[in-house]
C-alpha cells in the first residue's frame, strides 16, 4: 500500500491506495492546526490499522505557496554579490524582501565565468556583526557560469550558524535579479518545509510505520524528504501539481480545466492529453516570477478561507476577497463558543474596524521586536476580540507584522462562514456564523449606507462574490493560456459574464469541461462552471484529489548545462562543479552530456528512485552575422526518472 498526505493551510487529507489494483483503500480528512503533527496524526490514525502494509509514503503541501501568496515566511536577508542596491528593484526583489536586509558588496563573475570583481568579505563580515535572521540567500552575478564568490559567502554565513540557501544551486538560468528572487523566496521557507518533514516523520514514527518518505515538487515529481529540504521553493505548488496529477488519476479526461480550491487559494491548471503543461519560464505565485520549474499554474488568493471585507471606497455595494486567509469565525466559535458568542452578543453599531474579528498566537517561536513582544504579551495564551488589543495604526502594523511571520492569526468572516449561514455547510458552529453574517451586513459602503439588509442576504452576496470571483479565474487562466490579451477584466468580458443581451449578443465561455477539486468544490463548482460557460465534473474522491496525486507520481531529476564561445576555436562548458574549454564544439558537447548523466542520475538515486531511465538533448543557439550562422551558446539537458524506491520486509 501508499500512503499518500497533502498538508493544506486548512486540512490535512490521507489516503490509502493500492498501487496494484488503482483502488483507494482508505482516505481521511482533518483540520490542520499550528502544531502540524495533530492535523497528519489524526488522518493517520483513521486510516491505517496495520502499519506493516506501508510500502512507501508521499507528501504533497500547499503551505509554501500559500505562505507566498500571504507573505508569510522566516525573518531572512539577501546577500547581493556584484549588484546594487537599484538591481534589487528588478524582478520584485524588494515586494519580496518587504523590508527584510539586503546586503550589497562587491565580486561576481562575466558571462563566462571570469571573476569580475573580487569578493568584499570585509564588507559582509562588518554586515553580520547585528545581522538576527532565520536563513539567508546568497546570489552572485554570473554564478550560474561560476559558483565560487557564492560557496564562499556560504562557508562563512554557515560558520556562524546561519542556514544559506545559493542561487547556484535552485536554477542554471541567467538572470541574476529573478535568482535572487527565487534564493530569497527559498531562504523563507527553509523552516516551514523542516518543521512539516519532522511532523510527518515524528507521526510516522510513533505509529510503526517504516517506509521512505517522499515529497512531491511543482512539476509533479517525486523526490525524497531529505532532497527535498534544501531546496523547499521546489515544492511551491506542490499540492496543486498532486491535484492535477490525481485529476488525471480519477476522472480519466484527457483535457479539461483543473480548479482545486483549498482554505487559501484557487489553483487552476489546464490539462491536455492527459499531460500537465510544464512551465519552464518559471512558475509565478502570488505575483512572483520565479525561476522553479512547474507545473503551468495560475494560482491566486481566493479560498473557502479567504478574509472578506467591504469595499467602503466603492459607491457600490462589493466585497473584497482574500488573499489573506484567516480562521473562519464559525470554526472558532465551534472550539471557544463563549468567547465568539460572547463577544458577538456584545456588539452595538456602528460597525468599527476590527468589530467580528479575532487574534490568537500560533505557537510558532521566532525573533521579535519589543514592540512585538509586548503585542504578544497582551494577546496571552489564547484568542482574544482583536478590538481589546488593536487601538491605534502601529498596534495594526504589529499585528499584521506578527501574521505575515506566522506568529499569529486572525479570525474574521469568510465564505466558509458564509456558507454556514445559509445552510450549505455544516460542519461547525451556524449561529456564530449568522451573528457574524449579521454583524457583516450592517457595515457601510461608500456611500454610508447599510451594506445589506440582514445577515441572509450578506451571506448570499459573499457566496455570489465567490462564484463570481472563481469564473473569472478560470476565464484568466484560459484567456492567458490560449495567449489571448484579454483578461476577466476588460469591459466587454464583464458584458459576457452579465449575459449583455440587446441588439448584440455577448458570450464568452470555456471550451473545455470543468474539474472541480477541494472539499468545497461540490459546493461551488457547479454555479462556478456555470458561470464560466461550461459543465463541472467533480469527482468520487475530489477532496482528497491531491493525496492520490502525491502517490502515483515518478522521481525526476534534470540537470543542465550552458556551452559558451568565449573566442572563436573556444567552446567552454559551464558545470555547477567547474568549467571546462574544449577546442571544438561536439566534444564540448559530448563531456557536458556524458557528466550530466553521472550527475542526474546520482541526484534520481539519492532523490529515491529504484531504475533509472535517462534521456538527453542538445540545443543550440545562433544568431546570422551577415549570411553567416554564429553559435552564440548551447544548452544541454539531461532528465533521469523512475519509481520510487519502496519498502521491502
Known amino acids: 500500500m501508499l500512503l499518500g498526505i497533502d498538508t493544506g493551510g486548512t486540512y490535512t487529507d490521507a489516503v490509502l491506495f493500492d498501487h496494484e489494483t488503482g483502488q483507494v483503500v482508505a482516505k481521511a480528512k482533518g483540520r490542520t492546526r499550528p502544531d502540524l503533527k495533530i492535523g497528519i496524526g489524526e488522518v493517520l490514525d483513521a486510516i491505517i490499522q496495520n502499519p506493516e502494509v506501508v510500502s512507501l509514503v508521499s507528501l504533497s503541501t500547499t503551505l509554501a505557496t500559500n505562505a507566498i501568496v500571504e507573505g508569510v515566511g522566516g525573518r531572512i536577508a539577501l546577500v547581493f ?51 538576527d535572521v532565520d536563513a539567508c540567500a546568497v546570489t552572485a552575478k554570473f554564478s550560474v557560469r561560476n559558483p565560487e ?110 480548479s482545486d480550491i483549498g482554505g487559501t487559494t484557487t489553483d487552476i491548471a489546464i490539462l491536455q492529453g492527459g499531460t500537465p503543461t510544464i512551465s519552464l519560464d518559471g512558475a509565478s505565485v502570488g505575483g512572483h516570477k520565479t525561476m522553479v520549474e512547474a507545473v503551468e499554474m495560475y494560482t491566486h488568493g481566493l479560498g473557502g478561507d479567504s478574509e472578506v471585507v467591504v469595499n467602503d471606497r466603492s459607491e457600490e455595494t462589493k466585497l473584497i476577497l482574500g488573499p489573506r486567509r484567516v480562521v473562519p469565525v464559525c470554526l472558532l466559535a465551534h472550539e471557544h463558543p463563549d468567547l465568539v458568542h460572547s463577544t458577538l452578543d456584545a456588539w452595538q453599531y456602528p460597525v468599527k474596524r476590527y468589530d467580528g474579528r479575532f487574534i490568537g498566537p500560533t505557537g510558532r517561536q521566532s525573533s521579535t521586536t519589543l514592540r ?91 457566496i455570489d462574490t465567490l462564484v463570481r470571483r472563481s469564473a473569472e479565474k478560470l476565464l484568466d487562466a484560459a484567456l492567458a493560456h490560449d495567449r489571448l490579451s484579454s483578461t476577466s477584466e476588460s469591459p466587454l468580458v464583464q458584458d459576457a459574464l452579465n449575459r449583455h443581451r440587446g441588439v448584440t449578443r455577448i458570450d464568452v465561455g470555456l471550451d473545455l469541461p ?111 552575422v551577415g549570411n553567416k550562422e554564429v553559435f552564440v551558446e548551447g544548452l544541454v539537458t539531461v532528465i533521469s526518472s523512475g519509481r520510487p524506491r519502496l519498502a521491502t520486509r
Open 81 to 131: 554579490i556584484g549588484f546594487d542596491a537599484k538591481d534589487g528593484e528588478n524582478a520584485g526583489l524588494v515586494k519580496a524582501l518587504a523590508g527584510d536586509r539586503l546586503i550589497t558588496i562587491g565580486g561576481g563573475h562575466d558571462p563566462f565565468g571570469n571573476e569580475a570583481s573580487e569578493l568584499d568579505l570585509a564588507a559582509l563580515e562588518a554586515e553580520l556583526k547585528d545581522l
Open 149 to 258: 564568490h557564492e560557496i564562499a559567502v556560504r562557508e562563512l554565513m554557515e560558520e556562524r550558524g546561519i542556514p544559506v540557501t545559493c542561487g547556484h544551486e535552485l536554477s542554471s538560468r541567467l538572470n541574476g535579479p529573478k535568482r535572487a528572487l527565487t534564493c530569497v523566496l527559498n531562504a523563507r521557507l527553509l523552516g516551514m518545509v523542516r518543521e512539516l518533514s519532522e511532523a510527518t516523520r515524528v507521526m510516522l514514527s510513533e505509529r510503526d510505520i517504516d517506509a521512505p518518505l517522499m515529497l512531491v515538487r511543482g512539476d509533479g515529481s517525486l523526490v525524497s524528504e531529505a532532497f527535498a529540504r534544501h531546496r523547499p521553493i521546489e515544492t511551491i505548488l506542490s499540492g496543486p501539481a498532486a491535484s492535477l496529477i490525481g485529476a488525471s488519476f480519477l476522472t480519466g479526461v484527457p483535457d479539461a480545466v483543473v
Open 372 to 462: 512585538e513582544q509586548a503585542f504578544l504579551d497582551r494577546i496571552g495564551d489564547g484568542w482574544v476580540p482583536a478590538g481589546s488589543v488593536i487601538s491605534s495604526s502601529v498596534d495594526g502594523h504589529t499585528a499584521r507584522s506578527l501574521v505575515s511571520r506566522g506568529l499569529a492569526a486572525f479570525s474574521a468572516y469568510t465564505p466558509t462562514d458564509a456558507a454556514h449561514a445559509l445552510g450549505i455547510q455544516t460542519d461547525w458552529d451556524a449561529d456564530a456564523a449568522k451573528k457574524v453574517s449579521w454583524l457583516m451586513a450592517n457595515s457601510d459602503t461608500g456611500k454610508g449606507t447599510q451594506v445589506s439588509l440582514n445577515g441572509e442576504e450578506f451571506a448570499r452576496l459573499t
Open 514 to 624: 470543468v474539474v472541480g477539486l477541494g472539499a468545497s468544490a461540490p459546493v461551488y463548482y457547479t454555479d462556478v462552471a456555470e458561470q464560466a460557460g461550461s459543465h463541472a465534473i467533480i469527482p468520487e474522491h475530489a477532496g482528497v484529489a491531491n493525496a492520490i496525486g502525491a502517490v502515483v507520481g515518478q522521481v525526476r531529476i534534470t540537470r543542465r548545462a550552458i556551452i559558451s564561445q568565449p573566442s572563436k576555436g573556444k567552446f567552454r562548458v559551464h558545470l555547477t562543479e567547474s568549467d571546462r574549454d574544449f577546442g571544438d564544439k561536439q566534444p564540448a558537447i559530448d563531456f557536458a552530456t556524458h557528466a550530466l548523466i553521472g550527475l542526474a542520475e546520482r541526484d534520481a538515486s539519492q532523490a529515491g528512485a529504484l531504475e533509472v531511465t535517462t534521456i538527453s538533448a542538445f540545443e543550440e543557439r545562433s544568431a546570422t
